[in-house]
C-alpha cells in the first residue's frame, strides 16, 4: 500500500530564508504527486503537481518541488519565505489506476521576522 | 467562480442527534471525496463517488453515509453521530478522480458532545 511521510511536524524558518519542506512516498511504480497549502481556517489549496516529464515542477506562489526517484522524494522548496507562507503544508499522492488521494500528516510552517 | 461550497461552516450537535453536512461543486466535476482532518493524522478520505449513483468507501467510512444523487451535490451523512467523529471535514471535487488535483471548500467543523 502506499504511503506518504513528511518527517518534519513543524518548522519554524525566519522570513526571507530559504524553504525545503520533505515528503517520502512508499510506492512501486511512479505516482502521481502533489503539495497543497492549507491557510488558517481555510481549505486546501493546489500549489504545485507531478505526473511525468521534467523532475522540477513549478507552482504557485513562488514554490517549487522536485522528484527525485532514487529516493522517493518530492520536497518542496522556496528560495525566500515570505511571513504569508505561514500555513501547514501537505504532500499528496495517487497510485495509478487508484481512485484514492493519500495525504501526508503535514508540516506546519511558522515564519519570524 | 469555481468552487465547492460546504454548509455549515461550524456545527455543534450532540450524540445520536443525525446530521447532514452539504457539498455543491459548479464545476461538473465527475469525482467527488469526503475528507476528515485530525491533528496528527492529516486527512483521511471518508467517502468518494466517481459519478453520480457510484459511491465507495475510502479509509474511514464507518459511521457515515453518502449520496450522489446529482452530480454536483454529495452530502455527508451522520446517521448516528460520536464524540469521536469530532473532527474537521472537508469535500472535494476532481475532474477525474485524484490526477487533477482537487478542488477543496472550506470545511466543516463538527463538535459532537
Known amino acids: 500500500a502506499q504511503s506518504v511521510t513528511q518527517p518534519d511536524i513543524h518548522i519554524t524558518v525566519s522570513e526571507g530564508a530559504s524553504l525545503e519542506l520533505r515528503c517520502n512516498y512508499s510506492y512501486g511504480a511512479t505516482p502521481y504527486l502533489f503539495w497543497y497549502v492549507q491557510s488558517p481556517g481555510q481549505g486546501l489549496q493546489l500549489l504545485l503537481k507531478?505526473?511525468?516529464?521534467?523532475?522540477l515542477v513549478q507552482g504557485i506562489k513562488g514554490f517549487e518541488a522536485e522528484f527525485k526517484r532514487s529516493q522517493s522524494s518530492f520536497n518542496l522548496r522556496k528560495p525566500s519565505v515570505h511571513w504569508s507562507d505561514a500555513a501547514e503544508y501537505f504532500c499528496?499522492?495517487?497510485?495509478?489506476?487508484?481512485?484514492?488521494?493519500?495525504f501526508g500528516t503535514g508540516t506546519r510552517l511558522t515564519v519570524i521576522p | 467562480e469555481a468552487q465547492v461550497t460546504q454548509n455549515p461552516r461550524y456545527l455543534i450537535t450532540v450524540t445520536g442527534k443525525k446530521l447532514t453536512v452539504t457539498c455543491s461543486q459548479n464545476m461538473n466535476h465527475e469525482y467527488m471525496s469526503w475528507y476528515r482532518q485530525d491533528p496528527g493524522l492529516g486527512l483521511r478520505q471518508i467517502y468518494y463517488?466517481?459519478?453520480?449513483?457510484?459511491?465507495d468507501k475510502g479509509d474511514v467510512p464507518e459511521g457515515y453515509k453518502v449520496s450522489r444523487k446529482e452530480k454536483r451535490n454529495f452530502p455527508l451523512i451522520l446517521e448516528s453521530p460520536s464524540p469521536n467523529q469530532t473532527s474537521l471535514y472537508f469535500c472535494?471535487?476532481?475532474?477525474?478522480?485524484?490526477?487533477?488535483?482537487?478542488?477543496f471548500g472550506s470545511g466543516t467543523r463538527l463538535t459532537v458532545v
Open positions: 463517488s466517481m459519478n453520480v449513483e457510484v459511491t
Open positions: 472535494a471535487s476532481s475532474l477525474s478522480a485524484g490526477y487533477y488535483g482537487y478542488t
Open positions: 507531478y505526473f511525468s516529464g521534467d523532475t
Open positions: 499528496a499522492v495517487v497510485q495509478t489506476g487508484a481512485n484514492n488521494l493519500f
